[in-house]
Nanobody, 127 residues
């Protein structure tokens, strides 16, 4: 069973940057797509960014396109989310997740596309 642990959250002013990390242990993630989701206060969990199993394709929600970058290092079993030009509306708990199917090449943006989740890390952006 794979475990995912997010880190790198915190408080930052609008316009600032943060890099989140998601470290996997227990089993490899190298054959699986990975995604980042977030859950703002009082709202549903929403897709943020995803990468296919080999990092050859990345995709983003419109709200973060051009500001966030997802990347992965399969040798380190770690996925990253670089977040630049942060806005107050980016305030949320951020979760990483592993695709329930391996070697998928398409975009996976639904909650049910993933079957393993981290515990989340809080990001707070002040105006």
């Amino acid at each position: 069973q794979v475990q995912l642990v997010e880190s790198g959250g915190g408080m930052v002013q609008a316009g600032g940057s943060l890099r989140l990390s998601c470290a996997a242990s227990g089993r490899t993630i190298s054959r699986y797509g990975m995604g980042w989701f977030r859950q703002p206060p009082g709202k549903e969990r929403e897709f943020v960014a995803g990468t296919i199993w080999n990092g050859g394709k990345t995709y983003y929600a419109d709200s973060v396109k051009g500001r966030f970058t997802i990347s992965r290092d399969n040798h380190k079993s770690t996925v990253y989310l670089q977040k630049n030009n942060l806005k107050p509306e980016d305030t949320a708990v951020y979760y990483c997740a592993r695709d329930r199917s391996h070697f998928r090449g398409g975009e996976r943006i639904d909650y049910d596309d993933y079957d393993t989740w981290g515990q989340g890390t809080q990001v707070t952006v002040s105006a």
